[in-house]
Structure formats: C-alpha cells, structure tokens
C-alpha cells in the first residue's frame, strides 16, 4: 500500500485516523481481517450497501472521509464484531467442556476415597475438591461452587450411605473454594508482585514471576480455613448424623472415642516421641483435632497444589488457541 492509499491523519480523532475509520493501518496489515472483512461485506445484509460500495472502488481511502460512519455502515467496524461474537461463543463452548469435564473427574475422584494408615476406620481421604477449586479459578466461583453441589447431589445418588457426611464436605468445600478466590484475587489485585519487584529492582535483581507464590500462599490460607471449619462440620454434623443413621452398627460416641485411641497408640508404636507432646486423647473433639484437622490441611493444600498447576497449564493453552 503506498502513501496516496493512506487516509489523511487527523490528530482530533480517535486513534489518530479518520472518524468512523478505527484502527485503520493495523486492520489493513492483517490478513485474516481482510479475509473476515470480505466475508461480512460479502454478506446478505442490506445494512453492508454502501460498505460494498466503498470497497468496490479503487481504493478504500475515496470513502468519504468529511464524514463520520455509522457503525452499520463501517466494514472494519462490522468485522471486529464479528471476531468479537465469535471468540464470545469459543469462550462460552471452552468453559462449556471445562465445566462438564471437571464435574465428571470431581465424582470420579470422591468415588475412590482410600483410607489413611494408623488413622480411625470411619475416616477416608479424596481429593475432589481439586477440579472444584482450579475452575473457580480458571473460569469463574460460580462453577466451582455448582460443581461441589452438583457432585454431593450425584455422590448421594450412587452411595445413599455416604449421606452423613455429605452436607458437611459440601459446606468445607465451598468455603475452601471461596477463601482460596479471594485470597487469590487480594494478592493479585493489592500490588504484591509489583511491590517484590520493586524490592528486587532496588537490589539490583532481576525481575520474577510471582504466580506460583500468589498461588500457593492462597491455596494455603483456604486450606487452613477449611482445616478449622472442619472441626465444626465434623463435631455437630458427621459424628452426630454417624450416631443417628448407623447406631445399629455400633457407631456411639464411646465407639468412635475408642477408635480414636486405637489409632493413636498403634502410632505412637511407630512414632514414640508423639507421646511426649500429645500424652493421650482423652474425648472426641481432642481426636478430631489430632486426625481430621491436620489430614484436611494437607488434603485440600495438595488439591491448591494440584490446582495452581492446572491453571498454568490451561493459561498457557488458552494463550496460544
């Protein structure tokens, strides 16, 4: 394109081009928006008459420039919404598989729970909070938080007798969820990494990327805070409902205490100096605070983990798609 094809500059306007004109050079030095250029003026729409007009002519410069375009009149404008609407219906369909797929692994992980050695029967460990947590982050909370209901909903449709404990993970999980988003968002949006690299800079250091340290320091305050409500979930909502629904089985609160204090002296067996800090475990919420709460903070920091990860992994594959 030589310079006589070129619009006439007009430092008052907006970009500096011809009104109704928007970024003008660099539409004409893309190809792919010349080829969805052609496409929409090649359009059956009444509205691109006079677009198809100015782009029949020698040169799209003769458009009459004294003027200012309708948007329903300006190709370039026509095109870029156009990409808009469909890079908005790519997003949608891309959260769309991300949102069923994570559904589907959030179930398949809560089906497989294992139980952890040297700790009472009742207690199993799963990390389906890991799919909950990384869509909240790559997508939106929302979904998170419907995937954890979702999953409690299909978890009690195929094992009715994992009922006790269902409202309480449900209620454990949206709160880690939530507590790890915000925290996630306070950091990013409080100049942390600015202010380190500044810090850095003064020092004579090179620039570093705080993602990962944003992203586990987040993940840990919302491990924490699931670790002490789960105290709470587990002394007035599972070990009660476990004494109303299988108090035929002999589930009573002296069971579960006894279960306690068999798992704590076959691991003092193997871990002696315990003894020495913990000297035994005398009442149920004292084996809640020595199993359940250290076992959730390592349960839901490794789902953060696990989490931080995914969210590198898929930024970088949005990125490049």
């Known amino acids: 394109m030589n310079r006589m094809d070129r619009p006439p500059h007009n430092p008052k306007s907006r970009n500096g081009n011809i009104n109704g004109v928007r970024r003008y050079d660099n539409y004409l030095r893309d190809d792919e928006f010349k080829q969805l250029r052609e496409q929409v003026l090649n359009a059956d729409n009444p509205e691109n008459d006079k677009a198809k007009s100015a782009a029949s002519r020698?040169?799209?410069?003769?458009i009459a420039f004294d003027k200012e375009l309708k948007d329903s009149e300006n190709p370039y404008i026509l095109a870029e919404n156009e990409t808009k609407r469909k890079n908005r219906r790519s997003y949608l369909l891309v959260n769309v598989i991300v949102f069923f797929l994570c559904l589907t692994l959030s179930v398949f992980l809560n089906l497989f729970s294992r139980r952890i050695p040297l700790t009472p029967k009742f207690i199993s460990i799963e990390i389906s909070a890991f799919p909950e947590l990384f869509t909240a982050l790559a997508v939106n909370p929302v979904c998170g938080i419907a995937i954890a209901l979702l999953k409690s909903i299909i978890i009690y449709i195929l094992k009715p007798l994992s009922m006790p404990n269902i409202p309480a993970k449900l209620i454990v999980d949206i709160v880690f969820i939530l507590v790890t988003r915000a925290a996630?968002?306070?950091f990013t949006r409080s100049g942390f990494e600015d202010k380190r690299n500044e810090r850095r800079e003064n020092k004579m250091k090179p620039e570093?990327?705080?993602?990962?340290?944003?992203?586990?320091l987040s993940g840990l305050i919302g491990s924490a805070a699931a670790s002490v409500l789960s105290f709470f979930t587990v002394k007035l909502i599972?070990?009660?409902s476990l004494y109303n629904s299988f108090a035929n089985y002999g589930y009573s609160e002296a069971s579960v205490l006894r279960s306690y204090q068999g798992a704590f002296n076959t691991?003092?067996?193997?871990?002696?100096?315990i003894k020495k800090i913990i000297p035994a475990v005398n009442s149920v919420?004292?084996?809640?605070?020595?199993?359940n709460m250290p076992l959730n903070l390592v349960k839901y920091f490794f789902c953060a983990v696990l989490s931080v990860v995914a969210c590198e992994i898929y930024n970088d594959i949005i990125k490049k798609h």
């Open 238 to 240: 599972v070990l009660p």
């Open 58 to 62: 020698s040169s799209l410069a003769s």
């Open 184 to 186: 996630y968002k306070r």
């Open 267 to 273: 691991l003092i067996g193997y871990l002696p100096f």
């Open 208 to 216: 570093k990327d705080y993602y990962w340290s944003i992203g586990l």
């Open 285 to 291: 919420s004292a084996g809640i605070i020595i199993y």
